[in-house]
C-alpha cells in the first residue's frame, strides 16, 4: 500500500484539505481488513477523483461525479475500466454516508457505470471431438462410461452444470431418445430430444451404472468421492 494511505490529518486544523482527510481515514479503514492491493486500488482511484475535482472540494457532489466520470471518458476508457473506477468510489461515498460524514451519496444521483457481460467463447468442433476421442479411449471403465455419456447429454441438450447434476434415471426415456431438464434459471422443466450416439452413450452407461449404485440412489450421473461409497455426482464435480 502507497505511503500516503498511512498519512492522516485533521480537517479542523487543516482548512480546506478535507477531502484528503475523508480519503485517508478511509484507506486506513480499508487497511486495516483488505489486502494491500485492494487499498493500492482504491487510493490510485481516489487520487484520481481528487486530481479531477480538487483538493478543497467538499463535499462531494453530483457535480463532482460529473465531471470525475468525463475525464476519463475523454480519454476513451473501456466499459471494463470505467465500472472498476465506479465502483471504487461508490465504496468511498457509500462508507462516508454510512460513517455519518456525508448525508447522501451523490453517485444515488447518476446512472451506474455496468460492466459489460463477456459470453463464454463455444469450444471449436476440433477441441470437442478431441476430448470424446480422450473420453472413449477410457469407455470401457465405469467413470469413462459415465463421462461420455454425460458430455454426450451436455452437447446434446446444452444443459448447464446444476441441471446435469439434478437428472435422476427417470428423467431419460431411451426408447423417445429424449430427457427431461430442469432449468436453472426460470426452474422450469423442459423436454430435449438427443441422437443416436448419445443414446448409444446413455444406454452403456445406464447398464454399468445398474452395477454400481445402490437402488435408493435415482441420480442419473453418480461419483465415488474418495472411495467412500457411490452418491450423486455434485455440480462441483461436473463443472
Known amino acids: 500500500m502507497p505511503q500516503t494511505a498511512l498519512r492522516l490529518v485533521d480537517p479542523q486544523d487543516t482548512p480546506g484539505h478535507a477531502l484528503d482527510y475523508y480519503i485517508d481515514l478511509f484507506l486506513r479503514a480499508k487497511a486495516a481488513t483488505r489486502k494491500p492491493a485492494t487499498v493500492t486500488w482504491y487510493s490510485n482511484v481516489l487520487s484520481y477523483y481528487r486530481e479531477a475535482v480538487g483538493p478543497s472540494q467538499w463535499p462531494p457532489s453530483v457535480a463532482d461525479c460529473v465531471v470525475f466520470f468525463e475525464t476519463f471518458n475523454a480519454k476513451g476508457l473501456k466499459d471494463n475500466s470505467r465500472n472498476n473506477y465506479y465502483r471504487a468510489l461508490s465504496a468511498?461515498?457509500?462508507?462516508?454516508?454510512?460513517?455519518?460524514?456525508?448525508?447522501?451519496?451523490?453517485?444515488?444521483?447518476?446512472?451506474?457505470?455496468?460492466?459489460?457481460?463477456?459470453?463464454?467463447?463455444?469450444?471449436?468442433?476440433?477441441?470437442?471431438?478431441?476430448?470424446?476421442?480422450?473420453?472413449?479411449?477410457?469407455?470401457?471403465?465405469?467413470?469413462?462410461?459415465?463421462?461420455?455419456?454425460?458430455?454426450?447429454?451436455?452437447?446434446?441438450?446444452?444443459?448447464?452444470?446444476?441441471?446435469?447434476?439434478?437428472?435422476?434415471?427417470?428423467?431419460?426415456?431411451?426408447?423417445?431418445?429424449?430427457?427431461?431438464?430442469?432449468?436453472?434459471?426460470?426452474?422450469?422443466?423442459?423436454?430435449?430430444?438427443?441422437?443416436?450416439?448419445t443414446l448409444i452413450s446413455l444406454v452403456h452407461w445406464l447398464r454399468m451404472r445398474a452395477d454400481l449404485a445402490p437402488a435408493r440412489l435415482r441420480h442419473l450421473w453418480i461419483s465415488n468421492y474418495q472411495g467412500k461409497g457411490f452418491r450423486n455426482f455434485t455440480y462441483w464435480g461436473i463443472s
Open 92 to 197: 468511498w461515498l457509500n462508507w462516508l454516508k454510512k460513517a455519518g460524514y456525508i448525508d447522501q451519496n451523490p453517485l444515488d444521483f447518476l446512472d451506474r457505470i455496468k460492466a459489460p457481460k463477456w459470453l463464454p467463447r463455444a469450444p471449436s468442433e476440433e477441441a470437442i471431438q478431441l476430448l470424446l476421442d480422450t473420453i472413449e479411449v477410457k469407455a470401457d471403465s465405469w467413470r469413462g462410461s459415465r463421462d461420455m455419456a454425460l458430455f454426450s447429454i451436455a452437447l446434446a441438450t446444452g444443459a448447464r452444470p446444476g441441471e446435469l447434476a439434478r437428472m435422476m434415471v427417470g428423467d431419460v426415456d431411451l426408447k423417445a431418445q429424449q430427457v427431461r431438464v430442469y432449468s436453472d434459471k426460470d426452474k422450469q422443466e423442459r423436454v430435449v430430444i438427443f441422437d443416436d450416439d
